[in-house]
């Protein structure tokens, strides 16, 4: 697959919490090798020059701003933006073939946060020394997501939770006071809000549901927000359940009611983006970043000042459960100039470089210090909502090789909200693979 190389940037991240990794040992990609010790790490970092920053599209400008300030500061150690697709299947798919071909085109990667396991499992990235980042002042469960067998091999970039964007005019509008915790409150929201004769041609609410890793988080949280959970702390597959149920039930639902908009169902994140700042939906799940554009006064933004956050609602009596997301940046072991990639990694995922992106991106530092900021938070006015909602947050499982387990929940969750399958046959299809996955 052709990549494109760019100057541009990444969106930054957001806060999260996040439940004690899965080990699935499998087949298919898995090596099965034990990573290096931690202790040869420092000497695997030799080599100066020119690296490639592999990462997805950025659309903020704000991580360009910090490759642009390293490069003029490091004229002899350029770094150039290698850009991947939106989807973040391509991306690993992208990432995955690199590395085993051994191709020294990718430097440093910019890596989905259940994907550090699976990389370090291979030999795809490297151990990081144990004193090259200063993990003590990081978010625990962001370097517990960059760690692997009690050992770091990635920078914590960013973390991330879902957040409920909403339309406070049209909520104001309809005469409800505050936004809904709940699906059922959002549904009868929905009534209302629809019901105004502004609204015609408007949808209730869109989250990600095209089958690639947006599908796999948002199945996820409606599980979790039904009380459930795709694997229990054990690694048993457990979507088998009654609460599995109620949350693939609730999805499926809301597409046959057209509460979600048909055409939803190829929507990822910057699509259910585009929706609501055009004003097509009054809800819409995403991920923080997506403020910045929906604030933006340049006359792009149909719904600025026009919207509030909340978390993500609940299903019937429980609370709202985000998914844990977020990046970490690696070393990819096949690249020249090693040593070059560690301190770009340094530089790009210090406290200052977070604090400066953040005039330009939404995504919330890895620093709690910054989280807390009384400056960060007045233009960041959601971080205390964000932090609120990674409180239930739950991890998709870090498994090995996670390409086969997020395949298999895709596959069975879009045949239930295509229609092709009912919730139950779903699940049940679901289950077995997941098993068979597990005891490989």
């Given at each position: 697959?052709?990549?494109?190389?760019?100057?541009?940037?990444?969106?930054?991240?957001?806060?999260?919490?996040?439940?004690?990794?899965?080990?699935?040992?499998?087949?298919?990609?898995?090596?099965?090798?034990?990573?290096?010790?931690?202790?040869?790490?420092?000497?695997?970092?030799?080599?100066?020059?020119?690296?490639?920053?592999?990462?997805?599209?950025?659309?903020?400008?704000?991580?360009?701003?910090?490759?642009?300030?390293?490069?003029?500061?490091?004229?002899?150690?350029?770094?150039?933006?290698?850009?991947?697709?939106?989807?973040?299947?391509?991306?690993?798919?992208?990432?995955?073939?690199?590395?085993?071909?051994?191709?020294?085109?990718?430097?440093?990667?910019?890596?989905?946060?259940?994907?550090?396991?699976?990389?370090?499992?291979?030999?795809?990235?490297?151990?990081?020394?144990?004193?090259?980042?200063?993990?003590?002042?990081?978010?625990?469960?962001?370097?517990?997501?960059?760690?692997?067998?009690?050992?770091?091999?990635?920078?914590?970039?960013?973390?991330?939770?879902?957040l409920l964007y909403y339309r406070t005019d049209l909520l104001q509008a309809a005469g409800i006071d505050a936004?809904?915790?709940?699906?059922?409150?959002?549904?009868?929201?929905?009534?209302?809000?629809?019901?105004?004769?502004?609204?015609?041609?408007?949808?209730?609410?869109?989250?990600?549901?095209?089958?690639?890793?947006?599908?796999?988080?948002?199945?996820?949280?409606?599980?979790?927000?039904?009380?459930?959970?795709?694997?229990?702390?054990?690694?048993?597959?457990?979507?088998?359940?009654?609460?599995?149920?109620?949350?693939?039930?609730?999805?499926?639902?809301?597409?046959?009611?057209?509460?979600?908009?048909?055409?939803?169902?190829?929507?990822?994140?910057?699509?259910?983006?585009?929706?609501?700042?055009?004003?097509?939906?009054?809800?819409?799940?995403?991920?923080?970043?997506?403020?910045?554009?929906?604030?933006?006064?340049?006359?792009?933004?149909?719904?600025?000042?026009?919207?509030?956050?909340?978390?993500?609602?609940?299903?019937?009596?429980?609370?709202?459960?985000?998914?844990?997301?977020?990046?970490?940046?690696?070393?990819?072991?096949?690249?020249?100039?090693?040593?070059?990639?560690?301190?770009?990694?340094?530089?790009?995922?210090?406290?200052?470089?977070?604090?400066?992106?953040?005039?330009?991106?939404?995504?919330?530092?890895?620093?709690?210090?910054?989280?807390?900021?009384?400056?960060?938070?007045?233009?960041?006015?959601?971080?205390?909502?964000?932090?609120?909602?990674?409180?239930?947050?739950?991890?998709?499982?870090?498994?090995?090789?996670?390409?086969?387990?997020?395949?298999?929940?895709?596959?069975?969750?879009?045949?239930?909200?295509?229609?092709?399958?009912?919730?139950?046959?779903?699940?049940?299809?679901?289950?077995?693979?997941?098993?068979?996955?597990?005891?490989?």
């Open positions: 697959m052709r990549q494109r190389r760019h100057s541009r940037q990444i969106l930054l991240g957001t806060a999260a919490l996040t439940i004690s990794a899965l080990a699935l040992s499998g087949c298919g990609e898995s090596s099965g090798e034990e990573p290096e010790p931690q202790q040869d790490a420092a000497e695997a970092f030799e080599g100066r020059g020119p690296i490639n920053y592999v990462s997805s599209r950025d659309a903020s400008g704000a991580a360009q701003d910090s490759i642009d300030k390293w490069n003029a500061e490091h004229p002899d150690e350029q770094v150039t933006f290698v850009e991947l697709p939106d989807s973040a299947d391509q991306q690993r798919q992208q990432l995955v073939q690199n590395a085993q071909i051994e191709s020294d085109t990718f430097s440093v990667l910019n890596l989905d946060v259940v994907w550090t396991s699976e990389f370090a499992a291979n030999r795809w990235i490297l151990p990081l020394p144990e004193d090259a980042l200063p993990t003590d002042t990081m978010v625990p469960a962001a370097v517990d997501t960059a760690t692997y067998r009690d050992t770091l091999y990635g920078a914590p970039y960013y973390t991330d939770g879902a936004p809904p915790t709940t699906w059922e409150e959002m549904t009868a929201a929905c009534e209302k809000v629809l019901a105004l004769p502004d609204t015609e041609g408007m949808s209730c609410y869109a989250g990600q549901f095209d089958k690639n890793e947006a599908l796999t988080v948002n199945f996820t949280e409606a599980v979790g927000s039904a009380g459930g959970q795709v694997f229990d702390a054990e690694g048993t597959p457990t979507v088998n359940t009654p609460e599995a149920l109620a949350g693939l039930t609730q999805l499926t639902d809301a597409f046959d009611e057209g509460l979600v908009p048909s055409d939803a169902i190829t929507y990822i994140e910057e699509q259910g983006r585009r929706a609501f700042q055009e004003g097509e939906l009054v809800f819409l799940r995403n991920w923080p970043f997506v403020y910045s554009s929906l604030i933006a006064t340049d006359g792009s933004s149909s719904v600025a000042d026009k919207f509030g956050i909340s978390s993500v609602p609940g299903i019937g009596d429980n609370p709202g459960v985000s998914t844990l997301g977020g990046r970490n940046l690696a070393v990819s072991p096949f690249t020249e100039n090693k040593a070059t990639a560690l301190d770009f990694i340094k530089f790009f995922t210090s406290e200052e470089e977070s604090k400066a992106r953040l005039d330009k991106s939404s995504r919330a530092p890895v620093y709690p210090s910054l989280l807390e900021d009384p400056a960060v938070v007045e233009k960041r006015p959601f971080y205390p909502t964000l932090l609120e909602s990674l409180e239930n947050a739950q991890a998709r499982p870090q498994v090995v090789q996670y390409g086969a387990t997020t395949t298999a929940i895709q596959e069975e969750a879009y045949a239930a909200l295509a229609g092709e399958k009912d919730p139950e046959t779903a699940l049940s299809d679901m289950q077995a693979k997941l098993e068979e996955l597990s005891a490989e």
